[in-house]
């Protein structure tokens, strides 16, 4: 019998992450192999937003390259991972159970916040994957009674990978080069999002808002920080498993709840 898989939240970063060496690389590099290989992949990608919940049913997905101007490189990559239509019929059963109807999306591909971190996780692309889509409009809430729905699974030899971004400031993004330090409102952000998970502070989270510091500046928009709520929802007690920095203004770090 398997053991229960956690839930984890991950940031992916630029596209680049698959191309550049660096620590956020060499740690999702290592984490797969690091884990219980899961029978599917439930992903919640920030890079999916719909005004209500979406489950990507197609039984073959593509790749979607959601960005411009990077190397010729990544738009020839391939991740040819299969959906797993019986699973996306699951996930909409559990929602509905716990109040939250969840609609059919038959023909999406995989955007980048799944295959980049997906496809340094698990290179050989054979787990089946199953991509969920965020809402920017709903709270923190409604995605934590997401993930709360997803629980069940865990159980089931599926892993719970969020997928999004623990800073998200694009704006301060350019001008900056990979490696410049990270800035105050930053750090102080990221510093606070790893105590409270530490800490399990999770009304403090769902409060990001008004209880993170510099909230508004390091999430202008709330889609790369949702997923983060739909792990956590997922999970018990959560832990940081990586801290990285990349253009000063993006914390990479990722989380997991057992």
């Excluded at 019986?86 to 109807?101: P, S, T, V, W």
Aim: glycine share 8%; with cysteine; proline share 9%.
């Amino acid at each position: 019998m398997k053991s229960r898989l956690p839930s984890l939240f991950v940031s992916h970063g630029a596209p680049t992450l698959l191309t550049e060496q660096g620590p956020t690389r060499a740690f999702l590099g290592r984490l797969g192999s690091e884990m219980e290989q899961p029978g599917a992949i439930v992903c919640i990608s920030a890079h999916w937003t719909t005004p209500a919940p979406m489950v990507n049913t197609a039984p073959r997905p593509g790749l979607i390259y959601d960005f411009g101007g990077f190397p010729d490189e990544l738009y020839r990559m391939t991740y040819p991972a299969p959906g797993d239509q019986a699973l996306a019929e699951r996930i909409i059963k559990h929602m509905k159970d716990h109040g939250i109807e969840a609609g059919r999306e038959p023909a999406r591909g995989f955007d980048h916040g799944a295959w980049v971190p997906l496809k340094l996780m698990y290179p050989n692309a054979d787990i089946p994957v199953v991509e969920l889509s965020v809402q920017p409009l709903l709270d923190p809430a409604h995605h934590a009674a997401i993930g709360a729905a997803l629980r069940p699974l865990r159980d089931q030899g599926v892993l719970i990978l969020a997928s999004g971004a623990a800073t998200h400031n694009l704006r301060d993004f350019f001008g900056r080069t990979v490696d410049s330090a990270p800035v105050d409102y930053a750090r102080e952000f990221d510093d606070w999002l790893c105590e409270a998970v530490e800490n399990d502070d999770r009304q403090s989270l769902l409060d990001y808002l008004k209880k993170g510091p510099h909230a508004m500046v390091n999430h202008p928009t709330p889609e790369h920080f949702l997923p983060l709520f739909v792990a956590m929802g997922a999970g018990g007690k959560g832990r940081a498993m990586h801290r990285a920095f990349t253009y000063g203004v993006i914390s990479m770090a990722a989380f997991a709840w057992e």
